[in-house]
């Protein structure tokens, strides 16, 4: 038994278990089949210290999906608002019988700590900088479900790559599943280090013809993203994918997103609406992929 902290160091062949348990659950969700009982009146906690509403919705649905009670603790209308502790706090949902915590947090690494103070599987929903596994997992299986495989698929992660957990975690994942990345952006939002050996590039235009699948992102002003920029005004013109840079994609290519979007800066409407968009499948790809992360933490096969 144990959480998912991030996909750094996970192995083809799990990632594919993990895919393949996500596969069977969306068929099962698509066609409204009665839930799965893996979780069978076990607690599922979400604990969520930065605000969402894709992540922990889903993890909510995926977790009565599973047959599992769902505890939902919010921090500002909690003791947190009272100076307790988050070690305190976690120790407190272990007690009232959580059996595995979702957590999200502002801070890198809160998700191992959770795991470390309680004993109990955590599930990263987003931590800092660092990574969001379920979000790369869920863009994974929409890639497979699109294109068949994803194994020889060229992805630009487009924007402020420094800041996203969500590009650590595909870069932790895809080029395991035979993905090649290409990342994009102003130099100030392109990571400092890049132990994946990605290619990287300051433009996106001559890359873009290139691409069978266009990741845009959020610029993470939350976290400071606009301090390394000389100013925000030029940032759609160079990198934003407008309506005219979508008549240069190749012609099965597809535009992908996290969410949220923030429209007009990183796309337009082409791009977050158009048929090449696969972003609501995206969201409605992270139920049955949070139920086999969860299913996972139980470890039933
Ligand atoms: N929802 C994603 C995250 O929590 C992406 C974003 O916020 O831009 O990291």
Known sequence: MGGLIGLRGVDRGHLDDLLDRGEVYAKQVASREPPSAE????????AFFEPSTRTRLSFEVAATHVGARVMTFTPETSSTAKGE???????????????????????RGVPALAEHWTGLPVVNAGDGRGEHP????????????????????????????????????LLWSLPTLGVEIVLVGP???????????????????P???????????R?????????????????????GLDDERMERLAADAVVMHPG???RGVELGQRAADGPRSLILDQVRNGVPMRMAVLADCMGHE
Do not use: C
């Open 39 to 46: 979780l069978d009146g076990r607690i599922v906690a979400t």
């Open 85 to 107: 502790s988050l070690k305190d706090t976690m120790l407190t949902l272990a007690a009232i019988g959580a059996d595995v915590l979702v957590v999200r947090h502002g801070a």
């Open 134 to 169: 379920t979000q790369a997992l869920a863009d994974a299986l929409t890639l497979r479900q699109h294109f068949g495989s994803v194994s020889g698929l060229r992805m630009g992660i487009v924007g402020d790559v420094r800041n996203s957990r969500v590009a650590r975690s």
């Open 187 to 205: 130099s100030p939002l392109l990571p400092e280090a890049n132990p994946w050996d990605a290619e990287v590039s300051t433009e996106l235009d």
């Open 207 to 217: 890359v873009l013809p290139g691409l069978d699948v266009v990741y845009m992102l």
């Open 219 to 239: 610029m993470q002003l939350e976290r400071g993203a606009a301090a390394g920029l000389p100013g925000l005004t030029g940032y759609p013109a160079r990198y």
């Open 260 to 262: 949220p979007m923030n």
